[in-house]
């Protein structure tokens, strides 16, 4: 395998969650072992590009976010539910 495919693929892989390249591989092939893999290839420029609204929206987010503003945590699902409810 050249190098740039190989590091390429590392990266992408640790930037996608994955601990290592192996790891990838091998979810990927214990899904299709299962069925359970459908294969959709595309473009980068098939993604959505977001508004200049819907930007500073998501940035304004992130930063709340980042601040524990507007975002609360629960200890578990039925904590969850209680909080949801309460609002």
């Known amino acids: 395998m ?3 495919l190989k590091k390429g693929s590392e990266k992408v892989a640790s930037e996608s969650g994955f601990s290592s390249l192996q790891e990838l591989i091998r979810v990927i092939l214990t899904q299709i072992c299962q069925n359970k893999l459908s294969f959709h290839f595309s473009s ?3 993604f959505v590009t ?3 609204t819907a930007k500073k929206r998501y940035r304004k987010l992130q930063q ?3 601040q524990g503003k507007n975002f609360s945590s629960a200890e578990s699902v039925d904590d969850f539910l209680k909080k949801l409810n309460e609002n």
Do not use: K, N, T
């Open 50 to 52: 977001l508004s200049s």
């Open 64 to 66: 709340d976010y980042r």
């Open 44 to 46: 980068a420029d098939e």
């Open 2 to 4: 050249p190098l740039y």
